[in-house]
């Protein structure tokens, strides 16, 4: 499965994005699909995955949304009051045929499958 991230940029604080995230297959909600983000010198973070369920890191629960559209093979992630902080290139992954749990969509390592990322730059 490939994966192509886009809809990164620079916007200031306050400001929103939508990240989108296509796969090469088609995807179901049987598969966990998941955004992690990674600023220079710092380790891979996750953000949210969705699979039946949906699961945030807790800085970003009630800015950012995710979700997907099957029909399209494509994952979003709704980013809203953007902070410096939300800073990092932005990647998107996937497990096939496999419902992460919370704990398990959190680790890297879990996914098979993983995108190339989108730069989003947040100014103070």
């Known amino acids: 499965v490939q994966l192509q991230a886009s809809g990164g940029g620079l916007v200031q604080t306050g400001d929103s994005l939508r990240l989108s995230c296509v796969a090469s297959?088609?995807?179901?909600?049987?598969?966990?699909m998941g955004w992690f983000r990674q600023a220079p010198g710092k380790e891979r973070e996750f953000v949210a995955a969705?699979?039946?369920?949906?699961y945030y890191e807790d800085s970003v629960k009630g800015r950012f949304t995710i979700s997907r559209d099957n029909a399209k093979n494509t994952v979003y992630l709704q980013m809203n009051n953007l902070k410096p902080e939300d800073t990092a290139v932005y990647l998107c992954a996937t497990r096939s045929q496999t419902i992460l749990s919370r704990t398990a969509s959190r680790l890297p390592e879990s996914y098979d499958f993983w995108g190339q990322g989108t730069q989003v730059t947040v100014s103070s």
């Open positions: 969705i699979n039946w369920y949906t």
């Open positions: 297959e088609r995807t179901s909600t049987t598969d966990t």
